[in-house]
């Protein structure tokens, strides 16, 4: 039996991702695979982005590791989860979502 060995940072890690903007256009883009989102600022209501252009499966995680919410944003004209296009979803305080890409920046969400 044959099988393959994947690294353990796949599509990489970012261990401090600096949530900004309060806003889709404003929002810090995740770039890596596994997101840690070490700092974010209450009242400004921060943000994260979601990636455009990954295919069908790609699996991303983010964890917020901070003591508020944090937006996350679709890519530009992209949903999350069937929502509205570019409409943020929230990820609580001290929890991390796990997004699946399904294809012309729609991602579905758990969190």
Known sequence: ???????????GVNAAVAA???????????TAGRNVITSATATSADGVR????WGV????YIA???????DMF????GAISGGSDNTAVAITAN??????SL?????????
């Open 1 to 11: 039996m044959s099988f393959t060995a994947y690294e353990r940072s796949i599509g």
């Open 103 to 111: 294809g012309n920046d729609d991602w579905a969400i758990t969190v």
């Open 57 to 60: 499966g790609e699996i991303m």
């Open 20 to 30: 900004a903007g309060n806003s889709q256009a404003t929002a810090t883009e995740l």
């Open 64 to 70: 917020n590791n901070t003591a508020v919410n944090v």
């Open 50 to 53: 979601l990636p455009a252009g």
């Open 95 to 100: 929890k991390m979502a796990v997004v699946m």
């Open 74 to 77: 679709p890519p530009t004209d």
